[in-house]
Nanobody, 126 residues
């Protein structure tokens, strides 16, 4: 059964950093693009970045370009989200999910499959 477990969230001050992890089970991520998403209170879930499978590109939302970096460790079947220079508006629950295809073409929810994990809460507050 496909399952994602996100971790690494917390409460941080603006300008600080966090590193999120997403461990997958029930699916070999080698062959799939993987996305990070977030949902702020009262808002819809939005794509943050998409990491293509091997040798592919990573797509970033304009709001996180230059601050967030996505990476993957296929041997560990895990993806990471390194977040720098965090802002108040980065607050939300962060999720990861796999796409049906290998290479990223956007940050939407189309093509995402499987159930969502519990997510990990990121709160940026002074």
């Amino acid at each position: 059964q496909l399952q994602f477990v996100e971790s690494g969230g917390g409460l941080v001050q603006p300008g600080k950093s966090l590193r999120l992890s997403c461990a997958a089970s029930g699916l070999n991520l080698d062959y799939y693009a993987v996305g990070w998403f977030r949902q702020a209170p009262g808002k819809e879930r939005e794509g943050v970045l998409c990491i293509s499978s091997m040798y592919g590109r990573t797509i970033y939302a304009d709001s996180v370009k230059g601050r967030f970096t996505g990476s993957r460790d296929n041997a560990e079947n895990t993806v990471y989200l390194q977040m720098e220079s965090l802002k108040l508006e980065d607050t939300g629950v962060y999720y990861c999910a796999a796409y049906l295809y290998r290479y990223c073409s956007g940050l939407g929810l189309d093509g995402v499959f499987g159930s969502w994990g519990q997510g990990t809460q990121v709160t940026v507050s002074s």
